[in-house]
């Protein structure tokens, strides 16, 4: 079965530190991997997603495939950074009729102190 | 808005009793997937449905069914309400049928009283 680790329930950096935020996952075949964000009083959203390879809002994130990671990283923590922050893992290949969706890690929560 | 609208926002209940917890996807989206999220165990995959038809199942208890209609909204039955299903519900949904990008909705809190 999948299964999505993150193991800081919560995580306070200073501004203008470097943040990192932690994700293992659990997977025998090629995943797609995502982190989703969840500011205050908003809906969870997608942050960003392995195979697009992009940077939002500064983050970034690396697929370490030996390592069964995908880290969530930003050179620079700024005080909208703040969130609570969701590891997810999907099987690309999926056609159904399995335990399936989007599997979510417990979630981060990212405190960036003033 | 055209995003993913869930009702009601909150809902206090007795045990015993039971809910229906709705949800209309994103237009032009055809997957729907509920979502229970507690304390303990994050956010949990509960059911998928895709066009009206069951796709996936994940935890989701005996207790709890689930339907997609034409219209393609859904609904989330919770019958023999226990404390422990006391939860954020969340639907989301996304154009594909496998889970990928996934829109949510802003949650039905539950309480179990």
């Known amino acids: 079965a999948q299964r999505v680790t993150q193991p800081e329930k919560l995580l306070s950096v200073f501004k203008g530190a470097p943040v990192e935020l932690k994700c293992n996952y659990s997977?025998?075949?090629?995943?797609?991997l995502f982190w989703y964000v969840q500011y205050s009083r908003q809906r969870l959203q997608l942050l960003l997603r392995?195979?697009s390879r992009e940077s939002i809002k500064g983050f970034t994130a690396d697929l370490n495939k030996g390592e069964t990671s995908f880290h969530l990283k930003k050179p620079f923590a700024q005080e909208e950074d703040s969130a609570m922050y969701y590891c997810?893992?999907?099987?690309?290949?999926?056609?159904?009729?399995?335990?399936?969706?989007?599997?979510f890690g417990k979630g981060t929560h990212l405190i960036i102190q003033p | 808005d055209s995003g993913v609208t869930q009702t009601p926002k909150h809902l206090i209940t007795a045990t015993g009793q039971r809910v229906t917890l709705r949800c209309s996807p994103r237009?032009?989206?055809?997957?729907v997937y509920w979502y229970q999220q507690s304390l303990d165990q994050g956010l949990q995959f509960l059911i998928q449905?895709?066009?009206?038809?069951?796709?996936a199942k994940g935890n989701i208890l005996e207790r709890f069914s689930a339907q997609q209609f034409p219209d393609l909204h859904s609904e989330l039955n919770l019958s023999s309400l226990e404390l422990g299903d006391s939860a954020l519900y969340f639907c989301?949904?996304?154009?594909?049928?496998?889970?990928?990008?996934?829109?949510f909705g802003e949650g039905s809190r539950l309480t179990v009283l």
């Open positions: 989301a949904s996304s154009a594909r049928i496998a889970a990928g990008e996934l829109f």
């Open positions: 997977y025998s075949g090629s995943p797609e």
């Open positions: 392995h195979i």
């Open positions: 997810a893992l999907s099987d690309p290949m999926y056609s159904g009729g399995g335990a399936d969706g989007l599997t």
């Open positions: 237009s032009g989206d055809l997957s």
């Open positions: 449905y895709y066009n009206g038809e069951e796709r």
